[in-house]
């Protein structure tokens, strides 16, 4: 094992500028060839939300990858912003893909952006307590995650929802994601849409003039137009920790604690497209 991630994976949280260049660049490396949309499997999955800096959020997704050894855990995206460890947040989830690769897959999420970034806090905190140069490290991890996964006839995952207009996983594979915020409007939708539980397609979304919200009627379509059974994205603040949509085909997951306003949770997708709900 790297030195340095089993370092972070035994708690090291005070990490030299060395040690996050050199872990952000292996995070580079394993996806610097990946699609946007990645396979994972259709069973055994858990599926976790935002973690907005809450390092005691994700050290208990680090144990139930202890306790579920045989699953495969693929995060939805916000690992920094507005919590209180947010560096330390960033570098563990970077260190379980690195542990794990086979078994890890680390999505991009809204907050996954130096626009994003500058206004919520990580950029301030990476460059008060590092430097410029160090946010710019995490900046190029930002640009290079995936966007989505999916599985054929089964499930579809991201952090935000579907895009307007596209019908086929292939065109949001044709889509360049490389830039450090979000200039393409199919990948800015992915990480942005939110779905709402009536019959229409798409209407404005009070986020930003370029999102949307998705109803049934789009939802439905795009899942039988990709061929996939069930949806499982994060992004929204629900006091649960999740909410569900679309008859329970779209599960909405939020892994932090949003200051006392959450019960943080997880999702199992097990066989046959089972879920169970686990609390952190």
């Known amino acids: 094992m790297d030195e340095t991630v089993s370092a972070v994976l035994n708690g090291k949280t005070n990490l030299s500028r060395d040690e996050i260049w050199h872990l952000s660049g292996l995070v580079q490396d394993q996806y610097r060839e990946s699609p946007n949309v990645v396979d994972i499997p259709d069973k055994n999955v858990i599926f976790v939300g935002d973690l907005h800096g809450e390092l005691d959020c994700a050290l208990s997704v680090k144990r139930y990858m202890e306790k579920y050894e045989k699953h495969h855990f693929v995060f939805l995206g916000d690992y920094a912003d507005r919590g209180p460890n947010q560096i330390e947040t960033f570098n563990l989830v970077m260190s379980l893909l690195l542990v794990s690769p086979s078994r890890v897959t680390m999505l991009r999420g809204n907050h ?133 949509f679309f008859n329970d085909r779209l599960i909405s997951i939020f892994s932090a604690t949003y200051g006392p306003r959450v019960r943080p949770k997880i999702v199992r997708l097990g066989s046959e497209l089972s879920t169970e709900l686990l609390s952190l």
């Open 112 to 244: 996954e952006s130096d626009d994003v970034a500058a206004r919520y806090g990580f950029y301030n905190e990476v460059t008060r307590v590092y430097s410029f140069d160090l946010f710019k490290h995490y900046s190029r991890v930002f640009e290079i995650l995936p966007i989505a996964c999916y599985h054929e006839k089964s499930i579809f995952a991201c952090h935000g929802g579907i895009p307007e207009g596209i019908s086929t996983i292939e065109e949001i594979q044709s889509r360049n994601r490389r830039n450090p915020n979000f200039p393409d409007d199919v990948i800015f939708q992915i990480v942005w849409n939110d779905p709402q539980d009536n019959d229409f397609k798409f209407r404005p979304n009070m986020r930003s003039d370029r999102a949307r919200t998705y109803g049934a009627e789009a939802f439905n379509r795009f899942m039988k137009d990709i061929d996939a059974k069930k949806m499982f994205r994060a992004h929204e603040v629900f006091p649960e920790g999740y909410r569900l």
